[in-house]
């Protein structure tokens, strides 16, 4: 994105100071192998695959590596299965955002579904509520620590099931209470997001945010169905826009994007100004991308396209925001210019309000980044 040369190394310990925001994260893909073993022992639940923290993680990093959304998704039954009382879900959403501020991230947006946590007698009220209180608490340890984070959650409705509707009013009836907005998640080939077009027609009416995984596991029907049909603010993954954009030769699109001719649709998306939730690390695991280096994301951005960067599921991934800022600088060249404009796009494209996304930038966003410069 810059004229000016990159640095030769942005070091680990600088990025990992770098301010952060992070608009797609799943709390049920990012609790601490521990904690799952704490709870599972708790609560009684036998079928974890290892009883050992770092045999635990390992196992889910392995078997999200398939190539397969569905095979990816069917390791999220272990941490759903510990995730059934008030307690489990506001340790997880409290681990949440003290994890994530440790990071550097100061503003995340945290998406579950409640009705896959009503399994052990919880209304889906008393799920949500569980998951603010730990949010709350957990900001508020976080701030106590010197790391302050704002956190937001977003209620998903999963694609293959009926609650849409349901759970899109929960997220209207809880706005002003700590959920930013709706999406819809799941297996995506075979589940359209027209399947939920009330729900999205609903939140519309309602002035909500709603945000749709779509362009992940399946291209350009489900992207368009998500803009122009259901009115999706953003598009979570989206990493297949890339079908409808022609690289005239497959090296020949330079850093400015120069050689790229893009479609209809990935110029509306352009155009508009749609946000891009990217997760690299999470495609390259479920076959949606090939490499770090060969990501859709570089050549996106260099096209200006609303680009952010996202973890999706940091327990089965093995990831953080750090890690994925560092492996577009060490494997994509991306520079120091290019994360801090990342952030911003992020920031721009937050569901809390316009002036709240703007205090953040001013004060949080631009200082953090003139301060690491500086220190360049
Ligand atoms: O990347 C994803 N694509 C589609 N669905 C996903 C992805 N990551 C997690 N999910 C699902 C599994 C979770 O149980 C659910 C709610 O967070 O969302
Ligand atoms: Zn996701």
């Given at each position: 994105?810059?004229?000016t040369?990159?640095?030769?190394?942005?070091?680990?310990?600088?990025?990992?100071?770098?301010?952060?925001?992070?608009?797609?994260?799943?709390?049920?893909?990012?609790?601490?192998?521990?904690?799952?073993?704490?709870?599972?022992n708790?609560?009684?639940?036998?079928?974890?695959?290892?009883?050992?923290?770092?045999?635990?993680?390992?196992?889910?990093?392995?078997?999200?590596?398939?190539?397969?959304?569905?095979?990816?998704?069917?390791?999220?039954?272990?941490?759903?299965?510990?995730?059934?009382?008030?307690?489990?879900?506001s340790r997880?959403?409290?681990?949440?955002?003290?994890?994530?501020?440790?990071?550097?991230?100061?503003?995340?947006?945290?998406?579950?579904?409640?009705?896959?946590?009503?399994?052990?007698?919880?209304?889906?009220?008393?799920v949500?509520?569980?998951?603010?209180?730990?949010?709350?608490?957990?900001?508020?340890?976080?701030?106590?620590?010197?790391?302050?984070i704002?956190?937001?959650?977003?209620?998903?409705?999963?694609?293959?099931?009926?609650?849409?509707?349901?759970?899109?009013?929960?997220?209207?009836?809880?706005?002003?209470?700590?959920?930013?907005?709706?999406?819809?998640?799941?297996?995506?080939?075979?589940?359209?997001?027209?399947?939920h077009?009330?729900?999205?027609?609903?939140?519309?009416?309602?002035?909500?945010?709603?945000?749709?995984?779509?362009?992940?596991?399946?291209?350009?029907?489900?992207?368009?169905?998500?803009?122009?049909?259901?009115?999706?603010?953003?598009?979570?993954?989206?990493?297949?826009?890339?079908?409808?954009?022609?690289?005239?030769?497959?090296?020949?699109?330079?850093?400015?994007?120069?050689?790229?001719?893009?479609?209809?649709l990935?110029?509306?998306?352009?155009?508009?100004?749609?946000?891009?939730e990217?997760?690299?690390?999470?495609?390259?695991?479920?076959?949606?991308?090939?490499?770090?280096?060969?990501?859709?994301?570089?050549?996106?951005?260099?096209?200006?396209?609303?680009?952010?960067?996202?973890?999706?599921?940091?327990?089965?991934?093995?990831?953080?925001?750090?890690?994925?800022?560092?492996?577009?600088?060490?494997?994509?060249?991306?520079?120091?210019?290019?994360?801090?404009?990342?952030?911003?796009?992020?920031?721009k494209?937050?569901?809390?309000?316009?002036?709240?996304?703007?205090?953040?930038?001013?004060?949080?966003?631009?200082?953090?980044?003139?301060?690491?410069?500086?220190?360049?």
């Open positions: 994105m810059t004229e040369p990159a640095p030769a190394v942005l070091s680990a310990a600088l990025v990992s100071r770098a301010p952060k925001a992070l608009l797609h994260d799943h709390l049920d893909g990012g609790l601490r192998p521990q904690t799952i073993i704490d709870l599972a708790e609560s009684g639940y036998a079928g974890l695959p290892a009883s050992d923290a770092d045999a635990l993680g390992q196992w889910f990093r392995d078997s999200a590596d398939s190539g397969s959304l569905e095979r990816y998704l069917e390791t999220f039954s272990h941490t759903v299965a510990v995730m059934q009382t008030a307690d489990q879900l997880v959403a409290r681990e949440c955002a003290i994890d994530l501020a440790a990071d550097g991230v100061v503003y995340a947006e945290t998406r579950f579904a409640p009705e896959q946590h009503v399994a052990g007698g919880l209304s889906l009220t008393e949500i509520e569980a998951v603010l209180e730990g949010l709350r608490d957990g900001e508020a340890e976080a701030a106590a620590a010197g790391t302050p704002r956190m937001v959650a977003l209620l998903t409705a999963m694609r293959h099931a009926a609650k849409s509707d349901e759970i899109a009013e929960l997220a209207v009836r809880y706005r002003d209470q700590g959920v930013g907005g709706f999406d819809i998640a799941g297996a995506e080939a075979g589940f359209p997001p027209s399947r077009l009330s729900a999205f027609e609903y939140l519309r009416r309602e002035n909500a945010h709603f945000t749709i995984h779509a362009g992940e596991a399946f291209g350009l029907p489900s992207i368009w169905e998500a803009i122009q049909w259901c009115g999706a603010d953003r598009l979570g993954h989206g990493v297949r826009i890339m079908d409808d954009i022609t690289v005239s030769d497959s090296d020949s699109a330079d850093a400015e994007g120069e050689g790229a001719t893009l479609g209809r990935a110029a509306y998306v352009r155009d508009c100004r749609i946000p891009l990217m997760c690299p690390t999470s495609n390259l695991q479920t076959g949606a991308a090939e490499s770090i280096a060969t990501h859709p994301i570089s050549l996106l951005k260099d096209l200006r396209f609303r680009v952010t960067i996202n973890t999706d599921n940091r327990l089965m991934s093995g990831t953080s925001m750090s890690r994925e800022m560092q492996l577009l600088v060490d494997e994509a060249g991306w520079t120091l210019d290019d994360l801090r404009w990342a952030t911003i796009n992020a920031m494209s937050a569901f809390i309000p316009f002036d709240e996304r703007l205090a953040i930038i001013e004060h949080v966003v631009k200082p953090g980044y003139a301060a690491l410069s500086a220190a360049t």
